[in-house]
């Protein structure tokens, strides 16, 4: 098939049916060739060989024995009424049962023969046991002709599609009889030498034998060959539209690292860089020099030291004459980052202002012309940074905090500030797995600060179950007496804001209860109060007049209090868990050793008590989102949602790793050769540009 026979709607298959067409796309969105081509099995049926009946086990899916019958009766009334045969090899005996369909077993199976018996076992009374096995009567000619022998594949169905004859046996015809028609069409679409380099199964060949593959071996290589190929080819549209927008955008260059710079680094840096920070900005000097737009993204966990960076990066942009601006995701932050900045550059050295919602008019107007005449070195604020209104003599770089709240369309906006876009840095402290990053952001350059600043204390994470909160209770009182303070956050419970508000309630009154005044003094934060009232309680917390904050995750995002030691997490089993590692972000600030605890019931699911005990493990968010990744899924990572470079039919983020990372190395080097794909053995694949789906989602990326 080439392209546009994949595209074939699905009503045009042969023997399949107006009806069956209908309902194949409501079920399961196989709208045409293609998609039926990708309906690929889940799991595969085990009939490449005979179990000896001694070896079956209570955990096998499904088994196929070679027995023959000894007895058979019916047995029981009415409700109970069933066919119990025996069944013999020479090892041992096996009870096969049927509760429908018993008149015509009766008849048609005949003791003393020899049957190929297929099903999945059970065991009762230890024995073992098959209900509704399907049988055959064994012959060694029957089973090679009709290949038997092989693993046959399960599909997913729906109850509707069963209706229609199309459970995973009436999809596994429908797919033979696709491939049957059409195998011979479906062409190579990789070039000769790198199925040779990857000794890549043919494209055809292994379309047939993911979904009929004659053994392990078979399915294998199928599997890898449609994994490299669908890897390959999404690398390969990302990858390209990286180049194009390096060919299409020019870059500011920053020519040289000067005084600004210079003078922070070796006079108001209070600490030395740690190698990965130098690193990053090494690869950002790198990048800044080019006459390339930059387009970063910056990981690195809460704490690394992104904001010294980002900094280090802007002072460079500004000795060269350029403005910059921070975007953060919430007025909160924009100020904590405010703050920052302005405490470790001192007063009378740039430019800094911070523009947000609720900066009066008046400050605004001024802000306004100290930007447009270039006076402002340095813009920080939330979203309100790129209305139309702000315009800027000469920005060269921006740098975005949290990126999966500023979508593709924003940073497009900004882009139109300048004629020649300014460089973009992207800030995250959710760490993705590195598989993510390369699909996600496979069009970023990715930095990573994977170190933490040296002589920082680890958190200490301890679990402790609801019966042991006198222990925790008397712990926090050790540490307040020591002047520490203290989180302690209640999840929220989606579906209820009453429930959460009462559970807050309620535990603040216990808080209440074992804290009371006028010894300890609690803050109460949660998303019921006004801003200000919840400004309030904040800045009380902040400045250190009360001890406990007591807070739904509105705390999540944003505060900064060093003195803050205990991060207490409430029903810490209901967390994810990259936000319970952001919740733990929040302690470890100081110079004091920080502690996370986190309190759960006795039940936990397998899930949680993995969530739980990870986060006991490790503080490295790294190794935390791959674990998060293993648990749910790479579509259920955080801001990965709404993201169509996801909708992989055959590859797996989680497992293929490996393969990933083979085809997006094979991509930059043909690149690297041949940027317009103009050799002749290249040309092959500029046919993946040519449908709009050829199997990829690619107009949701670009
Ligand atoms: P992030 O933005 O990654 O959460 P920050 O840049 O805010 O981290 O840094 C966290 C804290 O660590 C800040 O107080 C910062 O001044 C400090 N810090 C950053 N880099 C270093 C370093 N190399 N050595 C010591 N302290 C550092
Ligand atoms: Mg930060």
Redesign the pocket.
Known sequence: MNNQQFQTPIEYLKGIGLSRAEVLKKELQIFNFEDLLKHFPYKYIDRTRFYKIKDIQPDMPYVQVLARITHKEIIGEKHTKRLVAQAKDDTGIIELVWFQGIKWVEKTLIPGKVYVIFGRPGFFNSKAQMAHPEMELYSPAAIKQKGNLTLQPAYNSTKKLEQFTLDSKGLSKLIAGLLEQHAKDIHENLPAYIINRFKLAGRAESYRNIHFPNDANQLKEAQYRLKFEELFLLQLKLLKNKLQRTQKFKGNIFESVGTYFNEFYHHKL?????DA?KRVLKEIRLDTQRGVQMNRLLQ??????????ALMSMLIAIDNGFQTCIMAPTEILANQHYQ?IKS?IGDGFIEVALLTGSVPNKARKVIHEKLEDGSLNILIGTHALIEDKVQYKNLGLVVIDEQHRFGVEQRAKLWRKNIVPPHILV?T?TPIPRTLAMTLYGDLDVSV?DEL????KPIQTLHFYEAQRLRVFGFMKQEIAKGRQIYLVYPLIQESETLDLKNLMDGTEVMSREFPLPQYRISIVHGKLKAAEKEFEMQRFIKGETQIMVATTVIEVGVNVPNASVMIIENAERFGLSQLHQLR?RVG?GAEQSYCILMSGHKLSSDGRTRLNTMVKTNNGFEIAEIDMQLRGPGNIEGTQQSGVLDLKVADLTTDQEILQQARNCVIEIFDKDPQLALPENQILNQAFQTKNAGLSWDKIS
């Open positions: 209070p600490f030395a860089l740690t920070q690195g966990d809460v704490g690394s030291g992104k904001t010294v960076v920052t470790l800030m402290a600060i600043p040296a002589g920082r972000g600030r």
